[in-house]
């Protein structure tokens, strides 16, 4: 079982950074690959970005690549989400989650957390 906390949302302008947190619990945290996927009003849940259990892997969604970037610090249990240059359509609630395989799709991940808000204004 592993519980996930996600952190550092908030509002900013366009062209700001942020830089989500998400606090795992438990010993097993470096066997899970994790990910981002975010989901907008009205929209269906997108990936993000993920990351491989040992972090040597990531791919990150061509809408983000460039501006945002993953990582992770097995020591503390925490992946991170970095994101410079946000745009308005960057708005959305963002999860993190944990699963066993390296994938984009969302139902590869078993654990998830309650999401953190960020909201991008023009």
């Known amino acids: 079982q592993v519980q996930l906390v996600e952190s550092g949302g908030g509002l900013v302008q366009a062209g700001g950074s942020l830089r989500l947190a998400c606090a795992a619990s438990?010993?097993?945290?470096?066997?899970?690959?994790m990910g981002w996927f975010r989901q907008a009003p009205g929209k269906e849940r997108e990936f993000v970005a993920t990351?491989?259990?040992?972090?040597?892997?990531?791919y990150i969604a061509d809408s983000v690549k460039g501006r945002f970037s993953i990582s992770r610090d097995n020591a503390n249990n925490t992946l991170y989400l970095q994101m410079n240059s946000l745009k308005p359509e960057d708005t959305a609630l963002y999860y993190c989650?944990?699963?066993?395989?390296?994938?984009?799709?969302?139902?590869?991940?078993?654990?998830w957390g309650q999401g953190t808000q960020v909201t991008v204004s023009s």
């Open positions: 990351i491989s259990a040992s972090g040597g892997m990531t």
């Open positions: 989650a944990a699963g066993l395989v390296f994938s984009v799709s969302n139902s590869r991940y078993d654990y």
């Open positions: 438990g010993r097993t945290f470096s066997r899970y690959s």
